[in-house]
Nanobody
C-alpha cells in the first residue's frame, strides 16, 4: 500500500484557480502501477467522484483520464510518476466546488470512478470558494 498526502487547498474567490497535489510515500516504487482518483465531500453531502488518472495517464483506447460532468472542462488531472505525485489543476472555480478533496489510489492501474475500488486514501485538503 502507498500512503497519500494531499496539499494545495485553501481559500480562493470564484473564478480563481488552485492546484492540488497528492504525494505518495511508503511503497513508492509501485506508485506508477496505481490509478489515482480525486474525490470531494461538501458539507452535508456524500463524498463524490471528481477525476481519475490511469497509472500512466493513457490507455489502449486513448485518454487515461475521466472526469465528473460537473468539473469537465475546468479541472485537469495529471501525474508525475518520477515525483510520485498526482495533481488536480482546478480553474474557474465555483462556489459549489467548496469541499474537502481527497486523493485515493487503486491497484491495477485502470481508471475507475467508484470509491470502493480505491484502497488507499489521503486525509483530505479543504478547498473553499468564496463569492
Amino acid at each position: 500500500q502507498v500512503q497519500l498526502v494531499e496539499s494545495g487547498g485553501g481559500l480562493v474567490q470564484a473564478g480563481g484557480s488552485l492546484r492540488l497535489s497528492c504525494a505518495a510515500s511508503g511503497r513508492t516504487y509501485s506508485f506508477s502501477s496505481y490509478a489515482v482518483g480525486w474525490f470531494r465531500q461538501a458539507p452535508g453531502k456524500e463524498r463524490e467522484f471528481v477525476a481519475v488518472i490511469s497509472r500512466n495517464g493513457v490507455t489502449w483506447s486513448g485518454s487515461g483520464t475521466s472526469y465528473a460532468d460537473s468539473v469537465k472542462g475546468r479541472f485537469t488531472v495529471s501525474r508525475d510518476n518520477a515525483k510520485n505525485t498526482v495533481y488536480l489543476q482546478m480553474k474557474n472555480l465555483k462556489l459549489e466546488d467548496t469541499a474537502v478533496y481527497y486523493c485515493a489510489a487503486k491497484s491495477g492501474g485502470q481508471i475507475a470512478t467508484m470509491q470502493q475500488d480505491f484502497g488507499s486514501w489521503g486525509q483530505g485538503t479543504q478547498v473553499t470558494v468564496s463569492s
